[in-house]
């Protein structure tokens, strides 16, 4: 029948939107959390890099995703954390394998991004209570850093351990059969 099929109806996502741009404003952010050694402003840096993620993503809802952002948000959120964790590794306050853990659901999600792009079956997931807790705990973990905290190794772990609950969280979900459309 003529006029049923429901993806006459759905516009296509638009390749790009404003919250992309506050996503991208976290690129410049991660070269200057490597760049500057003063404490006082890797602090500046990680504030205005978490309010950017959190606002991005408002932005996001409100006015609608788009099909660049479903791609550059992890990326962008992905290689922050990369770069800040190794100014982290490069200060030897934190072990290599503590900074390898606290990074843990990045690097499986990575793995899990390039596996189904070589198999052809690129999907998404979309973010989840525990993912966003790492997120939270890498900033906190990121915090103490700067801080100097007695906290640091604390969080560290417990970033690794959530972690841990994250990825088999998206591991449960995206290994679920999917339904027929």
Do not use: N
């Not at 109806?9 to 741009?21: E, I």
């Not at 660049?68 to 954390?81: S, Y």
Request: neutral net charge; glycine residues 6%.
């Amino acid at each position: 029948m003529q006029g049923t099929d429901p993806s006459h109806t759905r516009q296509a996502k638009p390749l790009w939107r404003s919250a992309d741009l506050i996503t991208a404003l976290r690129l410049p952010l991660a070269a200057a959390f490597v760049v500057y050694p003063d404490a006082a402003i890797r602090l500046a840096v990680l504030v205005i890099a978490g309010a950017t993620d959190y606002f991005d993503g408002i932005l996001a809802r409100r006015v609608g995703g788009s099909r660049a952002g479903a791609v550059l948000d992890p990326v962008v959120d992905k290689l922050f954390m990369a770069a800040a964790f190794m100014v982290v590794l490069t200060a030897d306050v934190l072990h290599p394998i503590e900074v390898v853990a606290i990074l843990l659901r990045d690097i499986v999600a990575l793995l899990a991004f390039i596996t189904t792009v070589v198999l052809g079956r690129p999907a998404a997931l979309p973010a989840r209570a525990g993912g966003k807790a790492v997120t939270v705990l890498q900033l906190l973990t990121l915090l103490a850093f700067l801080a100097e905290s007695d906290l640091l190794r604390p969080l560290a772990w417990a970033t690794a351990a959530i972690s841990v609950y994250a990825i088999a969280d998206y591991m449960r979900v995206g290994l679920k059969p999917r339904e027929e459309e």
